[in-house]
Protein backbone atom coordinates (compact mmCIF):
# COMPACT_ATOMS: atom_id res chain seq x y z
CA UNK A 1 0.00 0.00 0.00
CA UNK A 2 1.52 3.76 -0.64
CA UNK A 3 1.42 5.93 2.19
CA UNK A 4 2.08 9.44 2.68
CA UNK A 5 4.37 10.38 5.25
CA UNK A 6 3.55 11.99 8.20
CA UNK A 7 4.79 15.29 9.43
CA UNK A 8 6.90 14.28 13.27
CA UNK A 9 4.45 17.29 14.72
CA UNK A 10 1.34 17.23 15.35
CA UNK A 11 -0.61 20.53 13.59
CA UNK A 12 -2.96 22.22 15.20
CA UNK A 13 -5.96 22.82 12.71
CA UNK A 14 -8.37 25.67 11.89
CA UNK A 15 -11.72 26.17 14.19
CA UNK A 16 -10.86 22.62 15.72
CA UNK A 17 -13.10 22.18 18.82
CA UNK A 18 -11.50 20.54 21.82
CA UNK A 19 -12.95 16.37 22.39
CA UNK A 20 -14.49 15.39 26.01
CA UNK A 21 -11.08 13.19 26.40
CA UNK A 22 -8.58 16.44 26.03
CA UNK A 23 -6.07 14.77 26.94
CA UNK A 24 -5.85 11.80 25.19
CA UNK A 25 -5.14 11.45 21.48
CA UNK A 26 -7.55 9.93 19.56
CA UNK A 27 -7.33 8.00 15.98
CA UNK A 28 -9.87 8.87 13.49
CA UNK A 29 -10.06 6.79 9.81
CA UNK A 30 -11.16 8.09 6.78
CA UNK A 31 -11.96 5.99 3.98
CA UNK A 32 -12.66 7.35 0.78
CA UNK A 33 -14.34 3.94 -0.76
CA UNK A 34 -13.43 3.04 -4.43
CA UNK A 35 -13.78 -0.87 -6.52
CA UNK A 36 -10.23 -0.30 -7.84
CA UNK A 37 -8.52 2.22 -5.59
CA UNK A 38 -9.82 2.88 -2.10
CA UNK A 39 -8.22 5.75 -0.51
CA UNK A 40 -7.53 5.17 3.53
CA UNK A 41 -5.99 8.39 6.11
CA UNK A 42 -5.54 7.92 9.76
CA UNK A 43 -5.24 10.81 12.26
CA UNK A 44 -4.63 11.47 16.13
CA UNK A 45 -6.68 14.26 17.29
CA UNK A 46 -6.06 16.20 20.90
CA UNK A 47 -7.77 19.77 21.39
CA UNK A 48 -6.83 21.87 18.74
CA UNK A 49 -4.05 19.63 17.58
CA UNK A 50 -4.51 17.25 14.71
CA UNK A 51 -1.78 14.93 13.47
CA UNK A 52 -1.40 12.73 10.06
CA UNK A 53 -0.44 9.42 11.33
CA UNK A 54 -0.74 7.31 7.72
CA UNK A 55 -2.65 7.36 4.71
CA UNK A 56 -1.69 5.41 1.63
CA UNK A 57 -4.64 3.09 -0.72
CA UNK A 58 -5.71 0.01 -1.18
CA UNK A 59 -5.93 -1.30 -4.42
CA UNK A 60 -8.10 -4.08 -5.04
CA UNK A 61 -6.83 -7.26 -7.18
CA UNK A 62 -8.78 -10.03 -8.85
CA UNK A 63 -10.84 -10.91 -12.45
CA UNK A 64 -14.53 -10.79 -10.54
CA UNK A 65 -16.11 -8.51 -9.02
CA UNK A 66 -16.46 -10.92 -5.89
CA UNK A 67 -12.27 -11.29 -5.54
CA UNK A 68 -11.99 -7.30 -5.49
CA UNK A 69 -14.38 -7.25 -2.48
CA UNK A 70 -12.87 -9.48 -0.96
CA UNK A 71 -9.43 -7.58 -1.80
CA UNK A 72 -10.90 -4.25 -0.63
CA UNK A 73 -11.90 -6.11 2.55
CA UNK A 74 -8.52 -7.95 3.46
CA UNK A 75 -6.99 -4.35 3.01
CA UNK A 76 -9.30 -2.69 5.07
CA UNK A 77 -8.86 -5.00 7.31
CA UNK A 78 -5.48 -4.99 7.63
CA UNK A 79 -5.19 -1.34 8.23
CA UNK A 80 -7.88 -0.80 10.86
CA UNK A 81 -6.11 -3.77 12.87
CA UNK A 82 -2.22 -2.28 12.40
CA UNK A 83 -3.50 1.37 12.36
CA UNK A 84 -5.95 0.86 15.47
CA UNK A 85 -8.38 3.55 15.02
CA UNK A 86 -10.69 4.34 17.93
CA UNK A 87 -13.77 6.03 15.04
CA UNK A 88 -14.32 5.61 11.79
CA UNK A 89 -15.78 7.92 8.76
CA UNK A 90 -16.41 7.24 4.99
CA UNK A 91 -17.84 9.20 2.50
CA UNK A 92 -21.75 8.38 1.90
CA UNK A 93 -21.88 7.09 -2.29
CA UNK A 94 -22.25 10.22 -4.84
CA UNK A 95 -24.77 9.02 -6.89
CA UNK A 96 -25.69 10.78 -10.65
CA UNK A 97 -28.80 9.65 -12.41
CA UNK A 98 -26.91 8.87 -15.30
CA UNK A 99 -24.49 6.93 -14.01
CA UNK A 100 -26.76 4.29 -11.86
CA UNK A 101 -24.48 1.01 -12.12
CA UNK A 102 -21.34 3.33 -10.50
CA UNK A 103 -23.08 4.21 -7.37
CA UNK A 104 -23.96 0.54 -7.08
CA UNK A 105 -20.70 -0.80 -7.44
CA UNK A 106 -19.21 2.00 -5.40
CA UNK A 107 -22.18 0.76 -2.94
CA UNK A 108 -20.54 -2.57 -3.06
CA UNK A 109 -17.27 -1.89 -1.85
CA UNK A 110 -18.09 0.95 0.78
CA UNK A 111 -20.30 -2.33 2.10
CA UNK A 112 -17.45 -3.90 2.95
CA UNK A 113 -15.50 -1.42 4.11
CA UNK A 114 -18.20 -0.98 7.02
CA UNK A 115 -18.02 -4.83 7.33
CA UNK A 116 -14.27 -4.35 8.12
CA UNK A 117 -15.30 -1.25 10.74
CA UNK A 118 -17.95 -3.65 12.33
CA UNK A 119 -15.48 -6.69 12.61
CA UNK A 120 -13.33 -4.31 14.28
CA UNK A 121 -15.77 -3.08 16.76
CA UNK A 122 -15.88 0.22 15.12
CA UNK A 123 -19.13 3.03 14.48
CA UNK A 124 -18.95 4.34 11.16
CA UNK A 125 -20.18 7.87 10.63
CA UNK A 126 -20.72 9.19 7.29
CA UNK A 127 -20.39 12.39 5.30
CA UNK A 128 -21.58 13.54 1.93
CA UNK A 129 -18.81 14.41 -0.53
CA UNK A 130 -19.80 18.06 -1.00
CA UNK A 131 -20.01 18.46 2.57
CA UNK A 132 -16.48 17.55 3.48
CA UNK A 133 -15.45 19.44 0.24
CA UNK A 134 -16.68 22.28 0.88
CA UNK A 135 -15.55 22.45 4.58
CA UNK A 136 -12.17 21.89 3.37
CA UNK A 137 -12.18 24.61 0.11
CA UNK A 138 -15.67 26.14 0.77
CA UNK A 139 -16.84 24.55 -2.45
CA UNK A 140 -18.72 21.52 -2.69
CA UNK A 141 -17.93 21.33 -6.03
CA UNK A 142 -13.73 21.27 -5.57
CA UNK A 143 -11.44 18.90 -7.94
CA UNK A 144 -9.37 15.93 -6.57
CA UNK A 145 -6.11 18.80 -7.33
CA UNK A 146 -8.27 21.36 -5.01
CA UNK A 147 -8.65 18.70 -2.16
CA UNK A 148 -5.09 17.15 -2.12
CA UNK A 149 -3.94 20.86 -2.25
CA UNK A 150 -5.80 21.54 0.91
CA UNK A 151 -4.66 18.43 2.62
CA UNK A 152 -1.28 19.25 1.86
CA UNK A 153 -1.59 23.10 2.99
CA UNK A 154 -3.95 21.44 6.34
CA UNK A 155 -1.08 19.08 7.43
CA UNK A 156 1.68 21.01 6.34
CA UNK A 157 3.38 18.50 3.78
CA UNK A 158 6.31 18.94 1.53
CA UNK A 159 4.22 17.37 -1.26
CA UNK A 160 0.54 16.66 -2.28
CA UNK A 161 -0.66 13.04 -1.49
CA UNK A 162 -1.07 10.79 -3.45
CA UNK A 163 -2.80 9.18 -4.79
CA UNK A 164 -5.85 11.31 -4.78
CA UNK A 165 -7.85 9.01 -2.99
CA UNK A 166 -5.43 9.17 0.41
CA UNK A 167 -5.87 12.94 -0.16
CA UNK A 168 -9.88 12.15 -0.23
CA UNK A 169 -9.64 9.85 2.74
CA UNK A 170 -7.53 12.32 5.16
CA UNK A 171 -10.18 15.12 3.88
CA UNK A 172 -13.28 12.51 5.71
CA UNK A 173 -11.01 11.85 8.52
CA UNK A 174 -11.13 15.73 9.44
CA UNK A 175 -14.64 16.16 8.53
CA UNK A 176 -15.49 13.60 10.95
CA UNK A 177 -13.34 15.34 13.71
CA UNK A 178 -14.81 18.85 13.07
CA UNK A 179 -18.25 17.74 13.15
CA UNK A 180 -18.30 15.41 15.91
CA UNK A 181 -16.05 17.65 17.53
CA UNK A 182 -18.30 21.06 17.26
CA UNK A 183 -21.24 19.03 18.46
CA UNK A 184 -19.61 17.79 21.31
CA UNK A 185 -19.34 13.68 20.82
CA UNK A 186 -16.60 12.14 22.29
CA UNK A 187 -14.45 9.46 20.47
CA UNK A 188 -13.71 6.76 23.06
CA UNK A 189 -11.13 4.05 22.71
CA UNK A 190 -12.54 1.04 21.34
CA UNK A 191 -12.45 -2.17 23.85
CA UNK A 192 -9.44 -3.57 24.58
CA UNK A 193 -6.90 -0.47 23.75
Given at each position: MPRVPAPADPLPVRGAAAPALADAWLR??????????????????????????????VRSRGASLEARLASIHRG??????VLRPTAMAIEQVFS????PRTAILMGHARGVICL?????GLSVHDYPPARVKRMLTGSGQ???????????????????????????ALA????D???????GAAVVPRPGT
Open positions: VAGFDPGLETTGYGVIECRGPLVRLVEAGAVAEVLEHARFAAAQAATKEQMQAAIQREFGLAARPEPADAADVALAWHLRGRL
